[in-house]
Structures are given as C-alpha cells and as structure tokens.
Nanobody, 123 residues
C-alpha cells in the first residue's frame, strides 16, 4: 500500500489549494479515505472523510463550507479542495486509508498513512 500526497504550498489568507493523494497497492474503491492534519506543536486532527463510493462526505466543523473532499476511483486518487484558507489551517496534511466498516473520523481506525504535504497560510 502506498499513499502519496501532493499539492501543498504557501498561500495567503483567503486563498485556495487542492491537495491530491495518489493511492496504489490496493483496491482503492473498496476503502473509505480521510484527510488528517497536524499543526506545529499539536496532535493530529481529523479534517474530512469520504466513503468508498464517494457519495458520502464528512467534515470537521472548522472546515465545513470551505473544504471539499472528493475522489476519482478510476484514477485511484483522493482530493481535498481547500478554499478561503485561514492561518489556522497551516499544518502538515495527510491522507489515510480507513479500515473497513470503521468510522472515517477515528484516527485509530486508519491502517495506512501518506507522508504528508505541507500547507502554510500566511500573509
């Protein structure tokens, strides 16, 4: 199993970024997926999750209305569109595979993680 994030960078407040997570080594459309972030000096925080088929999406309150999770099962890729970015969104963002029949928001239920991509929101 291999998960590789990309798309991070530095952006001004109010800007946008689109993160991608390329998955390989497993049947991607059999698994729910999540995005998790970790800010400097803080623990990991669940951000968003999506079911295997891509029809159900979930968000932590702080990103609702600003972030959109999606997936392209034909291309084995997970996305996170981030709009109206705030300085408090600055973190290392990871994608993670959710074990079958587990909550997408429970970090203990992830069995594989990517290496992360840095998002910095600063003026």
């Amino acid at each position: 199993v291999h998960l590789v994030e990309s798309g991070g960078g530095m952006v001004q407040p109010g800007g946008s970024l689109r993160l991608s997570c390329a998955a390989s080594g497993f049947t991607f459309d059999d698994y729910a997926m999540s995005w998790v972030r970790q800010a400097p000096g803080k623990g990991p925080e669940w951000v968003s999750g999506i079911n295997a088929g891509g029809h159900s999406t979930y968000y932590t309150d702080s990103v609702k209305g600003r972030f959109t999770i999606s997936r392209d099962n034909a291309k084995n890729t997970l996305f996170l569109q981030m709009n109206s970015l705030k300085p408090e969104d600055t973190a290392l963002y990871y994608c993670a595979r959710v074990q079958p029949y587990r909550l997408v928001s429970d970090l203990n239920e992830y069995d594989y993680w990517g290496q992360g991509t840095q998002v910095t929101v600063s003026s």
